[in-house]
């Protein structure tokens, strides 16, 4: 046995007799031969103890009056006594009428048959006792020994789970490792079929440049036949200082911040090296994407972009849903989603006209936008609220389909975006994006062509703060600009502007203090609604106006779901009449007449903030 100390083996030791010190120390067989005899013993003693009797006794009968004996209880059981008690019976006073049974013994008398019982009785309790004692011992120890087993075998069946594992993953290590080989030679294929194929095309692209030379100097020895030596040096000079709105190959990243290492693409005002505005200049020859939040200045900051264009000899088209010409004069305007749509579709034709009259031109790509620039062709495209188009703009019908089987295409403006974007610098029909934000769910719901955008798109970040006194956005004058193909964000300063732009003719442009010539209508119109709302001029009492039935039944819908602000983009595809739904137009006009009749107020773009009651 282990015990835990000394102390507990001296405790443990004087608690146990020498016999079962010595019976511990025997082996099992021996074990079981002394539990056999003890049990042997006491089964013998108690079977001793068990038969005969221990004392003797004296058998008497009873006279009865008629002279007889009666030897018997009721039950048939004799009358017996010890002599101790017989000699008690007699000091005490025996009846005579007891005498002793003649037919038992001698004179009644019967000799004890096991006077030793007593002694086979204790025998056998001793002989029990001590096999039990025995027994309980060799328990003990075989409870004992049970636990060292349990732990033998708990200890043999991990080494054997630990042996499979360690098998097992001698046979994953196997099959990685010739996995890993199998990856690495497919890789050196791999890697020996892409240097083919570079090389492949490099010796094409290193011939193609060699055509392109011989066709080059063929073209050159055309427009020069019959100069002299002279007029060609003045000729390659004059090509030489061409100017150009495209990063040449001698640009670098830094360059393009530089207004001297690019042009216009007319003959524009220079800026000066240390202009902290001149980063205007690279939206001018760009795609670019004017984005920030509400207040932040896009519509301003916008307008002077486009004067630097106009300044620069590009043509402008305004695509503004909601402008009027007031706002925009100098500049084409378009106005309104179904015109838009219509300009949208002529844009993209009027694109692949000219890459197909640049196919066949035979001039080089600096020649072909050279002739562009010289023959009035650059046009800017400016996208005012583009964030909405894609609610509010449908692919426009061709004249040639019938209007009941046309479908129009619902990525009609996403491919525009992506044709705007990519095929846009070589024609110089240069796109100005004006949105909320950059992310492609807005721009055009055109999803997964973050990588595209950041390739082709110049963009640049307006940032609006808080007045602190009135809680509202403003522009904060500062900004960021990321160009084409890079990662970095470059912060800007914006144009210190004391009002907004709204003529862009170069004759005559529009000052501060200069208001704008408004027609009479016009007036009447601003006055209608900004101020009389819909009072006749001569009104002095204006009174609300009464809603049609329309914007009646809007306001009813607004003040039944509780709203206390209502934008239109958000409630327009919940509200219809009669399962009849309407367009953002129809829904604006009817927000007008709630706004005219009081019952509301503009919030912002599209949103209303109703009177509480």
Same mark, same amino acid.
């Given at each position: 046995?282990?015990?835990?100390?000394?102390?507990?083996?001296?405790?443990?030791?004087?608690?146990?007799?020498?016999?079962?010190?010595?019976?511990?120390?025997?082996?099992?067989?021996?074990?079981?031969?002394?539990?056999?005899?003890?049990?042997? *013993?006491?089964?013998?003693?108690?079977?001793?103890?068990?038969?005969?009797?221990?004392?003797?006794?004296?058998?008497?009968?009873?006279?009865?009056?008629?002279?007889?004996?009666?030897?018997?209880?009721?039950?048939?059981?004799?009358?017996?006594?010890?002599?101790?008690?017989?000699?008690?019976?007699?000091?005490?006073?025996?009846?005579?009428?007891?005498?002793?049974?003649?037919?038992?013994?001698?004179?009644?008398? *019967?000799?004890?048959?096991?006077?030793?019982?007593?002694?086979?009785?204790?025998?056998?309790?001793?002989?029990?006792?001590?096999?039990?004692?025995?027994?309980?011992?060799?328990?003990?120890?075989?409870?004992?020994?049970?636990?060292?087993?349990?732990?033998?075998?708990?200890?043999?069946?991990?080494?054997?789970?630990?042996?499979?594992?360690?098998?097992?993953?001698?046979?994953?290590?196997?099959?990685?490792?010739?996995?890993?080989?199998?990856?690495?030679?497919?890789?050196?294929?791999?890697?020996?079929?892409?240097?083919?194929?570079?090389?492949?095309?490099?010796?094409?692209?290193?011939?193609?440049?060699?055509?392109?030379?011989?066709?080059?100097?063929?073209?050159?020895?055309?427009?020069?036949?019959?100069?002299?030596?002279?007029?060609?040096?003045?000729?390659?000079?004059?090509?030489?200082?061409?100017?150009?709105?495209?990063?040449?190959?001698?640009?670098?990243?830094?360059?393009?911040?530089?207004?001297?290492?690019?042009?216009?693409?007319?003959?524009?005002?220079?800026?000066?090296?240390?202009?902290?505005?001149?980063?205007?200049?690279?939206?001018?020859?760009?795609?670019?994407?004017?984005?920030?939040?509400?207040?932040?200045?896009?519509?301003?900051?916008?307008?002077?972009?486009i004067w630097k264009k106009v300044q620069a000899g590009w043509n402008i088209v305004a695509l503004d849903p909601h402008g009027t010409q007031v706002e925009w004069r100098g500049?084409?305007?378009?106005?309104?989603?179904?015109?838009?749509?219509?300009?949208?579709? !002529?844009?993209?034709?009027?694109?692949?006209?000219?890459?197909?009259?640049?196919?066949?031109?035979?001039?080089?790509?600096?020649? !072909?936008?050279?002739?562009?620039?010289n023959s009035g062709k650059m046009l800017s495209v400016i996208c005012e609220e583009f964030t909405t188009w894609t609610d509010n703009i449908v692919e426009p019908m061709p004249?040639?389909?019938?209007?009941?089987? !046309?479908?129009?295409?619902?990525?009609?403006?996403?491919?525009?975006?992506?044709?705007?974007?990519?095929?846009?610098?070589?024609?110089?029909m240069i796109p100005l994006f004006v949105a909320h934000d950059r992310t492609m769910e807005i721009l055009a719901k055109a999803k997964g062509l973050s990588k595209l955008r950041?390739?082709?798109?110049?963009?640049?970040?307006?940032?609006?703060?808080?007045?602190?006194?009135?809680?509202?956005?403003?522009?904060?004058?500062?900004?960021?600009?990321?160009?084409?193909?890079?990662?970095?964000?470059?912060?800007?300063?914006?144009?210190?502007?004391?009002?907004?732009?709204?003529?862009?003719?170069?004759?005559?442009?529009?000052?501060?203090?200069?208001?704008?010539?408004?027609?009479?209508?016009?007036?009447?119109?601003?006055?209608?609604?900004?101020?009389?709302?819909?009072?006749?001029?001569?009104?002095?009492?204006?009174?609300?106006?009464?809603?049609?039935?329309?914007?009646?039944?809007?306001?009813?819908?607004?003040?039944?779901?509780?709203?206390?602000?209502?934008? *239109?983009?958000?409630?327009?595809?919940?509200?219809?009449?009669?399962?009849?739904?309407?367009?953002?137009?129809?829904?604006?006009?009817?927000?007008?007449?709630? *706004?005219?009749?009081?019952?509301?107020?503009?919030?912002?773009?599209?949103?209303?903030?109703?009177?509480?009651?």
């Amino acid at each position: 046995m282990n015990y835990l100390s000394d102390k507990h083996k001296q405790l443990s030791e004087s608690q146990q007799s020498g016999l079962m010190l010595w019976f511990g120390r025997l082996p099992m067989d021996k074990k079981a031969v002394a539990i056999g005899l003890s049990l042997t *013993v006491g089964i013998g003693s108690a079977a001793m103890a068990w038969k005969g009797e221990s004392s003797d006794r004296i058998y008497f009968c009873v006279r009865t009056p008629q002279k007889k004996l009666v030897c018997q209880d009721q039950n048939n059981r004799p009358f017996r006594m010890t002599p101790f008690y017989w000699s008690q019976w007699q000091l005490e006073g025996m009846p005579r009428q007891i005498v002793r049974n003649p037919a038992m013994g001698v004179n009644g008398l *019967v000799k004890a048959t096991n006077p030793y019982k007593p002694f086979w009785a204790f025998g056998g309790f001793l002989g029990f006792a001590l096999a039990g004692w025995m027994l309980r011992h060799c328990q003990y120890e075989e409870k004992q020994k049970a636990i060292f087993e349990d732990i033998a075998q708990k200890r043999d069946a991990a080494k054997a789970e630990m042996a499979a594992r360690s098998e097992l993953l001698e046979s994953y290590r196997d099959v990685a490792i010739a996995e890993v080989q199998l990856q690495a030679d497919l890789d050196l294929i791999a890697n020996d079929r892409t240097v083919d194929i570079q090389k492949a095309e490099i010796y094409a692209h290193t011939e193609i440049e060699v055509t392109q030379m011989e066709a080059t100097d063929a073209i050159f020895e055309a427009q020069t036949a019959g100069m002299t030596e002279q007029q060609k040096a003045d000729y390659i000079k004059q090509l030489r200082e061409m100017k150009t709105p495209y990063l040449q190959g001698s640009q670098t990243l830094a360059g393009t911040i530089d207004p001297n290492d690019k042009v216009t693409g007319a003959d524009s005002q220079a800026i000066a090296p240390g202009d902290k505005y001149r980063w205007i200049n690279n939206t001018i020859g760009y795609p670019t994407l004017i984005f920030g939040g509400m207040g932040a200045g896009k519509s301003w900051t916008t307008r002077e972009i486009i004067w630097k264009k106009v300044q620069a000899g590009w043509n402008i088209v305004a695509l503004d849903p909601h402008g009027t010409q007031v706002e925009w004069r100098g500049v084409r305007l378009i106005t309104g989603y179904k015109e838009i749509a219509d300009f949208m579709q !002529w844009y993209m034709d009027e694109m692949r006209q000219r890459y197909d009259d640049y196919r066949r031109s035979g001039l080089t790509e600096e020649q !072909w936008t050279e002739r562009l620039r010289n023959s009035g062709k650059m046009l800017s495209v400016i996208c005012e609220e583009f964030t909405t188009w894609t609610d509010n703009i449908v692919e426009p019908m061709p004249n040639n389909c019938e209007e009941d089987k !046309w479908k129009p295409d619902p990525d009609f403006i996403g491919k525009w975006f992506r044709c705007a974007m990519t095929e846009s610098r070589k024609q110089l029909m240069i796109p100005l994006f004006v949105a909320h934000d950059r992310t492609m769910e807005i721009l055009a719901k055109a999803k997964g062509l973050s990588k595209l955008r950041d390739a082709a798109l110049l963009e640049v970040e307006l940032i609006a703060t808080i007045d602190p006194i009135t809680t509202e956005a403003k522009a904060s004058g500062r900004g960021r600009i990321k160009l084409p193909g890079h990662g970095q964000w470059i912060d800007i300063e914006l144009p210190k502007l004391d009002h907004k732009r709204i003529d862009f003719r170069l004759d005559k442009p529009l000052t501060s203090n200069e208001p704008p010539t408004i027609d009479k209508a016009t007036l009447e119109r601003i006055y209608e609604l900004e101020f009389n709302l819909g009072n006749k001029a001569g009104d002095t009492q204006p009174e609300p106006k009464q809603l049609s039935t329309m914007a009646q039944k809007l306001y009813e819908y607004l003040t039944r779901t509780e709203r206390i602000s209502a934008d *239109v983009r958000e409630f327009k595809g919940n509200f219809k009449v009669n399962g009849e739904r309407f367009t953002v137009e129809q829904i604006k006009g009817w927000m007008y007449e709630i *706004v005219g009749a009081e019952k509301a107020y503009w919030i912002g773009e599209g949103v209303i903030k109703l009177n509480q009651i």
